[in-house]
């Protein structure tokens, strides 16, 4: 069974710095996409970033420039680096990978991990 675990969220300032880390772990054959989704109180999940096995990367426009995602293939990790952030940050963040195992490829998330910024 595959878990992905999150950790690095918090409290920060506007303007301030967090970086997220997600660690896949199970038996995997391979992790295709590796990303970051975020919900905000009664708003949808939307798309932050996404990195490929490539390391070929995709942001939201809300996030470019600010924002950089990368992986550690060895590790099964993907981070977000998150700068310059704002109050319009805040909400839950979410890992997603699109996984290889046993029983074929599938699309697993993490639990969650909160990010508030205060103004």
């Known amino acids: 069974q595959v878990q992905l675990v999150e950790s690095g969220g918090g409290l920060v300032q506007a303007g301030g710095s967090l970086r997220l880390s997600c660690a896949a772990s199970?038996?995997?054959?391979?992790?295709?996409?590796m990303g970051w989704y975020r919900q905000a109180p009664g708003k949808q999940r939307e798309l932050v970033a996404v990195v490929t096995s490539g390391s070929s990367t995709t942001y939201a426009n809300s996030v470019k420039g600010r924002f950089t995602i990368s992986r550690d293939n060895g590790k099964k990790t993907v981070y977000l680096q998150m700068n310059s952030l704002k109050p319009e940050d805040t909400a839950v963040y979410y890992c997603?990978?699109?996984?290889?195992?046993?029983?074929?490829?599938?699309?697993?998330w993490g639990q969650g991990i909160q990010v508030t910024v205060s103004s």
């Open positions: 199970g038996i995997i054959f391979s992790i295709n996409y």
């Open positions: 997603n990978a699109w996984v290889k195992t046993t029983q074929g490829t599938d699309d697993y």
